[in-house]
């Protein structure tokens, strides 16, 4: 198994909404069952169903996993906070400390005295610019006999310069070069909504990275469905979170996913907590199946809580 | 249903600069009036630069082919917006909603290209207004056509062309509108970008299964129509005159993405005229 660290340069804006149907951008990382999606389509575009469905099996049996993606700052990267873990001694109040939703990697593996609060980013560099900036785009169609106009509106979210998105991939040596260029069709294809307008684009360099084994206590990179195996009682700290979403299909637009309960980027669990994959596949639906990921992505982390 | 598999073949990236003939005016929703702005401002990025949205260039290239293929006919045109006749806000909405052509042939050439929405949509299936339910499942394809934002050359701006301008990339005209009841005057002021300005505009065709080259044609047939019509409002007054110049298509195999292949220069024109297909 090789573990890749995944970091997307966006050429152009990002439309990730959380809720479908409201136009307001609420979140702007993206989710791994997205990530996992997104490069599923743009494998079966390239190597054909048969092959996909080969992947998938992979998946399934833990060949191949994503993490979710967070935010980078040059060559800073983000974590979720851990839930439950403390931050006081780097904020003055127990206000500021309670915004933190994003923590640099130094200051949870590294041994960074000073830190900054930037929105709610606890970085090692103070860092006077946006990360990015969320702009209104008006969008209009026009009737075809009267030239009257509908207008409403998306948010989209612009990442500056040396900011971004980044996200962990790992995978068994023979399948790493079909999953790398999927990334790359995905680059091309956009990830996220408003694809049509280019949006979602990105390029991106795949960085060997070491992977540690995991321990006691290990930190959730992804959303996680637990599996029939996996114990409530591992769950240390938690939060869950209920995703529906609109399934990313190359054959259909209008079908959704069932709403999943699951468990969150930044939940604190005990051992090897596997998670899973679930076929979802409408019962009208026979273009090919639907899965949802939930699959757990673990990293080990050294924190007496 | 029918299931046929889609796999793609590669992608036309095609590269061209929108010249202005005449001076362009991409609004902004509603009329809000910054203070010293002016009431009908352009739409511009955070940089302060005006752009043409992808999704406004898309929709004239859109409705340009839809009456080209004579698509605008009973059983073919839907509501996008459904009409309300209890909307007091938009009175022209309440008479006619929004619509636009979709259908469910899986050789529309229109659909096929610039893509099916996805939601529930009513057919007008005859002069009337009667609609129907239209059912798009068995012809759901991803979208051929990606259509980027066009941001501003700003070296198309000339020191001549900034003497004349009254901010740094518009000018502003005044116009007296006559309301046609009270003839009373309404005099406003509309931002433009001025003629001789040129945008960087990007295309992307996906080409599936046997497309070949079908689709790029059908897109090079649009930009022709789009330079005999107009972009943006107040075409009728003459703004939006557009001409596409130094037009770049390459082409992406799949072994750009399998092995790292080199994209391949396809055609190069001047202008339009010279593309013979
Ligand atoms: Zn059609």
């Known amino acids: 198994m090789k573990r890749f660290r995944i970091k997307l340069k966006f050429t152009s804006p990002l439309h990730i909404g959380y809720k479908e149907g409201a136009f307001n951008l609420t979140e702007t990382i993206i989710h791994s069952d997205t990530i996992f999606s997104g490069i599923i389509n743009c494998h079966s575009l390239l190597y054909g169903k048969d092959k996909t469905d080969n992947l998938i099996n992979e998946a399934i049996n833990g060949n191949f996993k994503v993490s979710s993606a967070f935010y980078y700052i040059n060559d800073e990267y983000l974590y979720p906070r851990p839930v439950g873990m403390n931050f006081k001694k780097y904020v003055d109040d127990f206000k500021k400390e309670k915004k933190i939703n994003y923590v640099s990697e130094e200051i949870l593996f590294g041994n960074t005295k000073e830190a900054y609060l930037k929105d709610n980013m606890l970085l090692k560099k103070d860092m006077k610019k946006n990360v990015y900036n969320v702009r209104e785009r008006p969008r209009s169609t026009l009737d075809r006999i009267t030239n009257a106009s509908n207008i409403f509106y998306t948010s989209t979210c612009v990442f500056n310069e040396d900011c971004g998105l980044w996200f962990f991939m790992d995978a068994k040596d023979y399948i790493i070069e079909e999953i790398i260029s999927s990334i790359k069709l995905l680059g091309d294809e956009g990830i996220g909504g408003d694809r049509t307008y280019g949006y979602g684009q990105f390029e991106f360099e795949p960085l060997e990275h070491y992977i540690e084994d995991i321990k006691d206590k290990n930190l959730l990179l992804s959303l996680c469905i637990p599996n029939e195996k996996d114990k409530v009682e591992d769950l240390i700290f938690y939060n869950i979170v209920e995703r529906g979403g609109y399934i990313y299909s190359n054959y259909s637009k209008v079908k959704r996913h069932s709403l999943f309960r699951m468990i969150q980027e930044g939940s604190i669990v005990k051992g090897d907590f596997k998670g899973c994959i679930i076929d979802d596949t409408p019962e009208d639906f026979n273009y090919h199946k639907v899965y949802k990921y939930g699959r757990a992505f673990l990293i080990p982390l050294d924190w007496e809580g | ?277």
């Open chain 2, 1 to 277: 249903m029918k299931f046929k598999e889609i796999s793609l073949k590669g992608k036309y990236i095609i590269d061209a600069k929108i010249e202005l003939l005449t001076g362009l005016h991409v609004g902004t929703a509603g009329n809000s009036l910054d203070i010293g702005g002016v009431d009908n401002p352009v739409i511009k990025d955070a940089m302060g630069k005006p752009y043409i949205p992808g999704s406004s260039l898309k929709g004239k290239l859109r409705s340009l082919m839809e009456f080209y293929n004579n698509k605008l006919v009973p059983n073919q045109v839907v509501y996008t917006v459904e009409p309300k006749n209890d909307d007091k806000e938009n009175k022209e909405r309440a008479k006619s909603g929004i619509r636009m052509h979709l259908c469910n042939d899986e050789n529309c050439e229109v659909c096929n290209l610039f893509g099916r929405n996805h939601g529930n949509h009513k057919v007008i299936i005859n002069n009337n207004g009667d609609t129907d339910d239209l059912n798009l499942e068995d012809v759901i394809q991803p979208t051929r056509l990606i259509v980027r934002d066009a941001s501003l050359d700003e070296s198309s701006i000339t020191k001549e062309m900034q003497d004349n301008m009254d901010f740094d990339y518009t000018e502003v005209k005044f116009e007296n509108n006559l309301d046609r009841i009270t003839s009373a005057a309404n005099p406003r002021q509309t931002e433009r970008v001025p003629a001789g300005a040129k945008f960087n505009c990007s295309f992307v065709i996906n080409v599936y299964n046997d497309d070949n080259d079908t689709y790029l044609k059908e897109f090079l047939t649009a930009l022709k129509l789009l330079e005999d019509d107009y972009l943006g409002g107040q075409g009728s007054r003459g703004y939006g005159q557009v001409k596409f110049k130094d037009i770049v298509i390459r082409f992406r195999d799949d072994n750009y993405y399998k092995q790292g292949q080199e994209d391949k220069k396809m055609y190069e024109y001047k202008e339009l005229s010279e593309v013979k297909f």
